[in-house]
């Protein structure tokens, strides 16, 4: 499902049904801020309905009408949607739909909340655009153009068997070309490290942990144009890597939304490097046990 460009960095992405390849990146089938909500009933067939706020093709926004919390509908694609009996498609659904959703119950807690594990959606009243109005404010607010000033954050998801986490990748080190409100051009640019020169990894450095190799996927709020992905070897026992270990690659795949999906495994440092229109970005974070 394609995302907001405000709110991509906050999504659990999904592996696409295409894959197109990144410069660094395969195509190949198939300090953390960390929130995951699990429903108290979360297996497979929890049933909610919700008030559909805005619609407009890959972008979607659902209100549950009985805690009045929005929520995105992440991985559309792979549920089904139906109405009276016949099946139809994501584009079909209008504002102010009541729907009946069927999930895993699993929400992640950012703003609005996202629902990756929704399975099938039945549209059980057309209902009526105008129940949707009182929701347009939101709406602006989630679906806007992404500041062209600000450098792209990222977000690190992936599931364990406790639950769906989600983690906030900043930018170390960027070089970034906008133009201010009245058209002049700007640049920002910032040479940081995520390790002192000992091979330490400095307070803010994001970190991921994983019992052992974890499928993930990173999002960015802006699409890149090319992203490489390396690894290095920590220090047994310490949050620390060998200045003298040698980086690997990382053989990663990239979906039709933009969004990376790779294999991760506990005890590394990774590096990912990203270039867009506008500049170039670093960004990394370590995975522990």
Same mark, same amino acid.
């Given at each position: ?195 002192? =020169?000992?091979? +330490?990894? &400095?307070?803010?450095?994001?970190? #991921?942990?994983? !019992?052992? %190799?974890? @499928?993930?996927? $990173? ?9 490489? =992905?390396?690894? +290095?070897? &920590?220090?047994?026992?310490?949050? #620390?890597?060998? !200045?003298? %270990?040698? @980086?690997?690659? $990382? ?39």
């Amino acid at each position: 499902m394609k995302l907001s460009k405000t709110l991509r960095f906050t999504l659990v992405g999904a592996l696409a049904l295409g894959l197109v390849a990144l410069a660094g990146c395969t195509a190949k089938g198939g300090t953390a801020d960390e929130g995951t909500a699990d429903s108290p009933n979360s297996a497979d067939g929890t049933v909610s309905t919700a008030l559909v706020a805005y619609a407009n093709g890959d972008d979607v926004l659902f209100i549950d009408q009985e805690t009045q919390t929005p929520y995105i509908p992440t991985n559309l694609d792979d549920a089904t949607i139906t109405f009276e009996g016949q099946e139809i498609d994501e584009d079909d659904l209008q504002a102010g739909n009541i729907v009946k959703v069927t999930g895993n119950g699993v929400m992640l807690e950012s703003y609005p909340g996202q629902y990756p594990g929704i399975t099938a959606v039945e549209v059980t009243e057309v209902g009526n655009p105008a129940d949707a109005e009182q929701y347009a404010d939101m709406v602006d607010t989630v679906f806007a153009a992404p500041d062209p000033a600000e450098v792209p954050v990222g977000s690190l998801d992936y599931k364990t068997a406790e639950a769906q986490v989600s983690v906030v990748l900043n930018a170390y080190s960027y070089e970034w070309s906008f133009d201010q409100a009245d058209g002049t051009p700007d640049r920002v640019a910032q040479d940081g490290d995520f390790k002192n =020169v000992d091979g +330490t990894l &400095l307070d803010g450095v994001a970190d #991921a942990r994983i !019992p052992g %190799a974890t @499928d993930a996927f $990173v999002a960015f709020s802006v699409n890149p144009t090319a992203v490489e =992905v390396e690894r +290095t070897p &920590l220090v047994s026992g310490k949050t #620390a890597v060998d !200045p003298a %270990a040698e @980086d690997e690659k $990382v053989t990663c795949t990239v979906g039709a939304d933009g969004t990376l999906a790779l294999t991760i495994e506990p005890g590394y440092l990774y590096e990912l490097s990203a270039d867009f229109t506008q500049g170039e970005a670093d960004y990394a974070f370590y995975t522990v046990s």
